[in-house]
């Protein structure tokens, strides 16, 4: 269930990263990332209400019901910068917002790797390894954004526009932040597993 | 005890619909919401005081600890709502913040139906529907939101008046999550003793 | 453990204090803070690994978690504001932020004897009186940033410097806020060890 639930999560960050290339946020756009949210939400109450049904699981049920619930957050966040994006009218090719797009793709494909990866102890140096790369995704994010926000504070003119990105960019920073949380839970499965 | 820690937070979202409509945050209402706020905590306190001193509880004891959590969040973020106009020195009614307080009214009365219905299996269906309600008023919100924060942003002159007012909304709309989380909880609650 | 991770958390808070009232946050600052951040962050993981591969804990596995969490919290948000305070480019000694980065200070010493003194039911009284003290210090935070927020709007008249401001007085607020959440799991410790 947890492979439907990320690979919800990918195609949302491939979205989201085609649609910061294109610039522009439509109702087409809106709906899309919506039912990408509502179907990634099923997965994520399907896994919470079967856990709950179940009396023996493969991993801590705990962990089970945080990893739900963060692959869940993904998919929320990236919807809510969609809509926000619409919401305050931003139109046009952003080069960073599109740069900062793609890390996040990448550091989503890490998550479903990681995630995937979990059913087997084979795998496990190769679940560490994409673990590994999201927690570095997520220090390149936090170095991009704080760039741009540098760059925003001093060159900016109009407040109201410093308002706007420096929310974007710090929610798109929260989804990398996401991710990381993602590969601790992972790595301490793989731990509980050891 | 839940019944009277949802008690509050009825009177609290209330009380919030009441001063948006006066339009005026003075200190009795700054005191009166902070009271509210210190008798629900106190509530929250004694539930989860009681709960670490238990060992047979009716639901499952992180359930039982995740919904004191909520309720007090609930009463918690109207108050902080409330002190936050005080320091903005916001006055006058704001029509929107009217109808967004009616709607907080409206989730926050069926969170406290969805409570006080899960002792009994025979309410289970009035308590689904409390919580259909209470996802269906977060919907509401949102877009309310998101349509006030776009004519915000299009027709605003004044940046500190967008500061403000975008904080206000998005916290309004964040008493409508946290409502949505306990109806999740209760939800969930509903399943495993099904 | 957990005594060298507090303890990272007052040297964290001690040297906030100190830039604040240099007003200089240059490079070595920020390797410096990041640097107790990192360190803090290894020793919480080696907490959570160890209770991963653990039986039987002194205190209830979810609290450890938690606390180890939530200390965490506290280097991670200094290290926020000090970074922040950098891309934001603020430099002088703003006083009333050198009054707060004391009250930080004196709350994270409260959180540090609260935290040392749990192994013990001898100094339970003790760390009672730590737990009230970071009660009535999150308190004096909330009435500060108030204070500062009011005269920030009603003063201002760069709109860029309010947005600036309002984090950082916002984000140490929520340093006061993580301990008061420590103090609470702590106090829940005590209750189910009496």
Redesign the interface.
């Known amino acids: 269930m947890f492979d439907k639930q990320v690979d919800y999560a990918v195609e949302a960050a491939g979205y989201f990263k085609e649609l910061a290339s294109k610039g522009v946020i439509d109702d087409t756009a809106i709906n899309r990332m919506r039912d990408l949210e509502h179907q990634g939400d099923d997965v994520a109450h399907s896994i919470?209400?079967r856990l709950?049904?179940t009396f023996i699981t493969p991993f801590d049920r705990e962990d089970i019901h945080y990893l739900a619930k963060e692959i869940d957050d993904i998919v929320d966040m990236l919807n809510t910068i969609t809509?926000r994006m619409k919401?305050?009218?931003i139109s046009g090719v952003d080069r960073r917002l599109v740069e900062f797009a793609g890390v996040i793709e990448e550091s989503v494909r890490a998550v479903a790797c990681a995630v995937k990866g979990i059913r087997s102890m084979k795998h496990s140096s190769f679940v560490s390894r994409a673990c590994v790369e999201i927690n570095h995704l997520e220090n390149v994010g936090d170095s991009m954004r704080?760039e741009v926000?540098?760059e925003l504070?001093?060159t900016?003119k109009d407040?109201?526009a410093?308002?706007?990105w420096?929310e974007i960019y710090q929610d798109a920073e929260t989804v990398l932040d996401v991710c990381e949380d993602v590969a601790h839970v992972v790595e301490?499965i793989l731990?509980?597993q050891a």
Do not use: G, M, T
Request: net charge positive; glycine share 0%; charged share 40%.
């Open positions: 919470i209400d709950d049904k809509s919401v305050y009218k704080d926000l540098a504070f001093e900016a407040p109201i410093v308002i706007k420096k301490s731990v509980k």
